[in-house]
T-cell receptor, first 113, second 117 residues
Framework: DVKVTQSSRYLVKRTGEKVFLECVQD?????MFWYRQDPGLGLRLIYF???????EKGDIPEGYSVSREKKERFSLILESASTNQTSMYLC????????????FGPGTRLTVT | AQKITQTQPGMFVQEKEAVTLDCTYD???????LFWYKQPSSGEMIFLIY??????QNATEGRYSLNFQKARKSANLVISASQLGDSAMYFC??????????????FGTGTRLTIIP
């Protein structure tokens, strides 16, 4: 079974802190994605990566950065957390090719106080 | 820009009845893919079904089928013989254009389905 794991299910951070969210997949997928999910807004793409060290901005990259040093690992970084970044963060991975589905991790619920 | 619209924020359906969840999309591309995902209360997104824009037949996966009407730009999910375990949030998503390195999905806002015993 494909497995996408995220470092934490729940995280509470203070405003201004640097936050790292880690995602690991075990299926040798080329693509990896970070989304945030907010009620009434669905899932919105923050960043994605189609290869090691490659990254592309999604729809809402402001306030976030990413790192992909190894194929299986994709990190989302909040340089200086703010309360409007309180959200559910979902990581996903997939093979390259338009018909391949994305596999999602369990999500990290981040609260910034 | 691509857009997915799910007009039903919530639905209540009697157990064993069939369910249709609506999804319309907007794109100027000819090549695209449509996906449906299920998100139970546990939070994990589960892939259900895929339809390519050039597929001539409607996709089916067990109790799930996709009613694809290209001219209307709709891709409704049909669940036959609903079960209590079908209670969840359902998201429609689109991938377009189908270019290498641009494989992001655009999601709708979702429909919360509740199955009543």
């Amino acid at each position: 079974d494909v497995k996408v794991t995220q470092s934490s299910r729940y995280l509470v951070k203070r405003t201004g802190e640097k936050v790292f969210l880690e995602c690991v997949q075990d299926m040798d997928h080329e693509n990896m994605f970070w989304y945030r999910q907010d009620p009434g807004l669905g899932l919105r793409l923050i960043y994605f990566s189609y290869d090691v060290k490659m990254k592309e901005k999604g729809d809402i990259p402001e306030g976030y950065s990413v790192s992909r040093e190894k194929k299986e690992r994709f990190s989302l970084i909040l340089e200086s957390a703010s309360t409007n970044q309180t959200s559910m963060y979902l990581c996903a991975s997939s093979y390259q090719g338009f018909s391949y589905e994305q596999y999602f991790g369990p999500g990290t619920r981040l609260t910034v106080t | 820009a691509q857009k997915i619209t799910q007009t039903q924020p919530g639905m209540f359906v009697q157990e064993k009845e069939a369910v249709t969840l609506d999804c319309t999309y907007d794109t100027s591309d000819q090549s695209y893919g449509l996906f449906w995902y299920k998100q139970p209360s546990s939070g994990e997104m589960i892939f259900l079904i895929y339809q390519g824009s050039y597929d001539e037949q409607n996709a089916t996966e067990g109790r799930y089928s996709l009613n694809f009407q290209k001219a209307r730009k709709s891709a409704n999910l049909v669940i036959s013989a609903s079960q209590l375990g079908d209670s969840a949030m359902y998201f429609c998503a689109m991938r377009a254009p189908l270019d290498f390195g641009n494989e992001k999905l655009t999601f709708g806002t979702g429909t919360r389905l509740t199955i009543i015993p």
